[in-house]
Structures are given as structure tokens and as C-alpha cells.
């Protein structure tokens, strides 16, 4: 029978923060819009894509096979995956070492959806992201956190744009980093990182029934920033406003 929480339980339930859950395809623009959102409500960013990205680099470097699940399960719950913020601004920390630039290349981008689908590694980073956000105050970006990871976050968005122009995006980006990149082969692989993600069995990509859907393709990041603030703050106008 439920009975009133002692005073000093429900201020704790009062005092937690929400989760923001931005999920969507690869190239969407979830990264930049999770971090200034953050920024404007003053929580913090979780790019759990980059947590499967250390994994891939982790098996990549120690010649562990992607087709052996309980390797990759092994060293996925062996290593030691921070963000920590510096003058270059937010950095992954593999077991110590900064692996910011190196989870970016195609190639690790490419081996990250195949870790990605192993169910070892999805409980082991789930387990770690929860941990994480258990706070509150908290924005998440990925393709399975208002659906498996934080299935009761108070703010769902999921993002979406062409493959075309999540390629267009891929592409600027990667040029800008002075990485030898062509725009067919570009979109090309966006295509088939959407399949292998959207086709996997464990943790698909998939929009959450009470997701905000938003669809970029034609806006700037001010215009899906601004959507986005609108939202939350409608629904909670006491955060980010301090
Ligand atoms: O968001 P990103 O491009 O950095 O993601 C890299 C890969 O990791 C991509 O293939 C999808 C996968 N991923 C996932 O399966 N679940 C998440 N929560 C985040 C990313």
C-alpha cells in the first residue's frame, strides 16, 4: 500500500533534476545541440557515443576479434572511460589517455556500430551511463536513451535529417579537421552506419512513443537549439534559469 514519503525523502524526490534524452542517426546534429543545451540550462552533456566509440578503439588496439561477444563484453567492463574538460575543451579519457581525436576517424566510426550491436558491451556502458546521470541534471545524447537507457527521462527529443545532409554535415566537419574526405563516400557511410544501427537486434534506434520528434534538415542549430530550450522550459521553468 503506498504511505507519504517522509519529509525528507520528497524534498530529495523534489530536488532531482531532469534528464534530457536526445536520441537520433548518426550526423543529426545531437552532439553540438546536447552540449549548448546543457550549456543554457546549466546541466551537464553525456555523449554516450563516444563511450561506444572508446570500446571499438579499446578492441581495435588490442586485436580483440568484433565478431566475439564475450571479449568485447570483457574489455568493455575492464576500461576506464572519463570526459574531463580542459583548455581544448571536452575530452575522452581512455584508461587515462585522451582519445578525443583518435574515436573520430571513419574507421573507428565504422568498428564502433559493430561493437555497438554486442549486448555485453550495451549492458556494461548502460550500467556506467546510469550511474553517471543518476543525479539528474543531465543532458544524454545516443540512439537508445529515451528508450532503454533513461526510459522515464522527463524530455525526449529525437532528431532527424536526409541522409544527404547528415553526410553534407559529416563531411564539413571531417574537411575541417583537415582529414582527406570525399562527400559521396561520406554519405555512404552515414547510410550504412543508419542500417547497422536501426537493424540491430540488441537496443535498435528507434524513437520513443513520448519523443519530441524534430526534424533538421532545413534549420540551423540556433533554430533546433531554440525549439529545443522552448520545450523544456515550458515544461520546467525553474531550470536553467538560475
Ligand atoms: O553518436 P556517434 O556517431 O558518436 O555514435 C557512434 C556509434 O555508436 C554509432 O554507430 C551508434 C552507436 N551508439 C549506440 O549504439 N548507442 C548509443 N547510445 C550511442 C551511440
Keep these: 500500500m503506498a504511505s507519504a514519503a517522509p519529509e525528507q525523502e520528497r524534498s530529495v524526490i523534489r530536488a532531482r533534476r531532469p534528464i534530457v534524452a536526445i536520441d537520433g542517426p548518426s550526423g543529426v546534429g545531437k552532439s553540438t545541440l546536447s552540449k549548448l543545451?546543457?550549456?543554457e540550462l546549466g546541466f551537464v552533456n553525456l555523449d554516450t557515443g563516444a563511450?561506444?566509440?572508446?570500446?571499438?578503439?579499446?578492441?581495435s588496439r588490442r586485436g580483440v576479434d568484433p565478431e566475439d561477444d564475450v571479449a568485447l563484453g570483457r574489455l568493455a567492463a575492464g576500461i576506464v572511460i572519463d570526459f574531463v574538460r580542459n583548455a581544448g575543451g571536452e575530452r575522452v579519457l581512455?584508461?587515462?589517455?585522451?582519445?578525443?581525436?583518435?574515436?573520430?576517424?571513419?574507421?573507428?566510426?565504422l568498428l564502433t556500430s559493430k561493437v555497438s550491436a554486442c549486448a555485453a558491451v550495451r549492458e556494461a556502458l548502460v550500467r556506467r551511463q546510469r550511474e553517471l546521470c543518476a543525479r539528474g541534471g543531465f543532458v544524454l545524447e545516443g540512439r537508445d536513451i529515451g528508450t532503454v537507457v533513461f526510459p522515464d527521462a522527463e524530455i525526449?527529443?529525437?532528431?532527424?535529417?536526409?541522409?544527404e545532409e547528415r553526410g553534407r554535415r559529416r563531411f564539413l566537419e571531417l574537411q575541417a579537421k583537415g582529414t582527406p574526405v570525399d562527400l559521396a563516400r561520406t554519405i555512404a557511410e552515414v547510410e550504412a552506419r543508419d542500417q547497422a544501427d536501426s537493424r540491430r537486434s540488441h537496443s535498435p534506434l528507434r524513437q520513443a512513443d513520448d519523443a519530441v520528434a524534430i526534424d533538421t534538415t532545413a534549420m540551423g542549430i540556433e533554430q533546433v537549439l531554440?525549439?529545443?530550450?522552448?520545450?523544456?522550459r515550458k515544461r520546467y521553468p525553474g531550470d536553467g534559469e538560475e
Design 51 to 59: 563511450m561506444y566509440r572508446a570500446v571499438a578503439l579499446a578492441a
Design 156 to 163: 525526449k527529443f529525437f532528431l532527424v535529417a536526409s541522409p
Design 37 to 39: 543545451l546543457a550549456r
Design 94 to 109: 581512455l584508461d587515462g589517455e585522451d582519445v578525443s581525436a583518435a574515436i573520430r576517424t571513419p574507421e573507428i566510426s
Design 226 to 232: 531554440a525549439a529545443m530550450l522552448a520545450l523544456v
